[in-house]
């Protein structure tokens, strides 16, 4: 098996402004999702750094780390015409609402800033709709990463996996010590996200783009497709019984809180172990 690889999938989100509600002079409402203890102190920069300028944040966060409360929301504000000043919306779907035609361009703000020469093109085109932006990016995420509590480990006598044997190996070993192996969070976008990591690490890049982006037959069908999908259900086995239902930030508090070995969860929890006062290693 090759080893869990480094792979950027997406643009975890971004702020999108200008969707076509009113707002009073200076004051502009924010509907995001941001609201673990991590995301509440990004959320605070952001506001700081807009109050500086003389503006007010209005605050309009709705719980859930995937974003699909808020999205509905988001819904029925645009729809009943009394969308929010900006919003808090994942890369794709930036398209998708800009094809409504409720978002504005906010080119002289990028003109004026030298976004195009700042931004990876990859990065901006992400950004745009028919040449113009519309969205500001605020983060760049890279979903499989795997978190760990080192003591467990010591006390387990367990090394750190590098692949999917490893991970196996490791789990065991901290089974057999009396400790939950895996913290997970039995959401469906927490699922997929960890079927993805599962993809890549035993597929690789090229795997994961012929089976999932491209949707090619012969990968669907694939040996390793057959592998991943083994894997993946041999997880559950690791994870304990509490898990259906919890937000990710409580699985990532478990790790840090010594209730549980391991995590699989993206770049973004990093800021949940520094809000803990933890230091990397």
């Known amino acids: 098996m090759t080893s869990i690889p480094t792979f950027v999938v997406g643009f975890g989100a971004a702020v999108v402004l200008g969707l076509s509600g009113t ?9 995001h999702y941001w609201t673990s203890g991590s995301e509440a102190k990004a959320t605070a920069s952001l506001k700081a750094s807009l109050q500086a300028k003389g503006h007010t944040w209005r605050d309009f966060a709705v719980a859930g780390g995937a974003g699909d409360a808020a999205m509905t929301v988001l819904k029925s504000r645009v729809v009943s015409g009394n969308a929010t000043s900006a919003a808090q919306i994942k890369g794709p779907s930036i398209q998708e609402w800009a094809r409504e035609g409720v978002l504005a361009s906010i080119d002289d703000v990028a003109k004026a800033e030298q976004w195009d020469s700042l931004l990876p093109k990859v990065v901006s085109d992400a950004m745009k709709y028919k040449g113009s ?10 979903i499989n990463w795997l978190w760990i509590n080192p003591a467990f480990f010591q006390k387990a006598n367990a090394k750190v996996p ?8 490791a789990a065991e070993a901290l089974k057999k010590a009396g400790v939950t192996p895996l913290a997970h969070g039995g959401q469906s976008w927490q699922d997929f996200t960890t079927f993805d990591i599962v993809a890549l690490g035993l597929g690789g890049p090229e795997f994961y783009r012929k089976a999932f982006i491209e949707r090619g037959p012969a990968s669907l069908a694939s040996p390793t497709m057959e592998k991943t999908l083994e894997t993946f259900r041999r997880l ?7 898990a259906n239902g919890r937000d990710w930030n409580l699985a990532t508090a478990m790790v840090i809180k010594g209730e549980a070995g391991m995590q699989l969860m993206g770049d973004w929890a990093k800021g949940e172990f520094q809000a803990a006062g933890k230091v990397a290693g």
Do not use: C, I, Q
């Open 133 to 142: 932006y519309v969205a500001v990016p605020v983060n760049v995420h890279r």
């Open 236 to 242: 559950k086995a690791y994870t304990d019984r509490g």
């Open 162 to 169: 590098t692949n999917w044997d490893e991970f196996f190996v």
């Open 23 to 31: 707002a009073s002079a200076g004051e502009v409402e924010v509907l």
